[in-house]
């Protein structure tokens, strides 16, 4: 395979948009769309650490010798939105807007596609998950068959001394490819209304708003305190939440705004 083909970007969006005129002068407008974008840098001529899911169209198809597939896969990203308008009695106007869209990817706000994703930050110190319960180290995968580790306890993940990269001590290994199903907040479904009315004063006229944000005052997480995995802590024998996929910032709540435009 020549190196450009190990090196590309493919962006692919789909979308279907509407705007219609209604009964009683009420106007109705929206649109959804489907967009995926794939990534190949399998390329990576320096560190062959950077291969791990480099290709997004074969999430899995440069894992080293024995590691397991788990049929991971890219998805599209799903969004909508409706508007409309609709006149009432006594002059005034009610517009309001629906919008579902897809979470943050990576789970934060602050990571990239280089530095985002579920991963593991490992140093030539690290081991694999061990917790000690009533003072003996014991190892920890709940997620493998029968909860038994395939290591011992304290087991180093990077045996001797070897380092991270030649630049650094540690290495960042990717979990679950950047972008996959499950590596996103939740999705933000959000309604807004808004009420307003011409008021007629002589020469001059005043335009008073009424205005409600996130009508049913959703909680969606749309931001995660930490993608880095780090093995949970153990006190008085029982597992302590860490954060590991913790959240850390939600939706705004219902928002209420009253204001007024005044021309002359």
């Known amino acids: 395979m020549c190196i450009r083909d190990r090196y590309q970007r493919k962006f692919r969006s789909f979308g279907f948009n509407f705007n219609a005129r209604l009964p009683k002068g009420a106007t109705l407008f929206g649109g959804f769309g489907f967009d995926r974008l794939l990534e190949n840098t399998c390329a990576e001529p320096d560190n062959p650490n950077l291969l791990r899911y480099c290709n997004d169209a074969d999430p899995e198809g440069n894992l080293p010798s024995g590691d397991a597939k788990h049929g991971y896969a890219i998805p599209f990203l799903k969004n909508g939105k409706l508007a409309g308008t609709l006149p009432l009695p006594y002059g005034i106007s009610l517009s309001g807007s629906f919008q579902s869209n897809m979470g943050y990817p990576n789970r934060s706000l602050t990571t990239s596609r280089t530095t985002g994703g579920t991963s593991w930050v490992l140093s ?141």
């Open 124 to 264: 030539n110190g690290s081991v694999y998950p061990t917790v000690t319960i009533n003072g003996v180290a014991q190892a920890y995968c709940p997620a493998c068959p029968n909860g038994v580790a395939p290591w011992a306890a304290n087991q180093r993940v990077i045996a001797g001394t070897t380092r991270g990269t030649d630049q650094s001590a540690n290495l960042t290994v990717r979990l679950i490819p950047y972008n996959a199903e499950g590596q996103y907040t939740d999705r933000v479904n959000q309604l807004d209304f808004k009420l307003a009315k011409t008021v007629g004063l002589g020469r001059v006229k005043v335009l008073p708003t009424l205005e409600i944000f996130n009508v049913f005052n959703a909680d969606p997480v749309i931001l995660q305190r930490q993608t880095s995995y780090n093995p949970p802590a153990v006190a008085a024998g029982v597992l302590q939440p860490n954060t590991f996929n913790q959240p850390s910032g939600i939706l705004n709540g219902r928002i209420f705004g009253v204001s007024a435009t005044v021309r002359w």
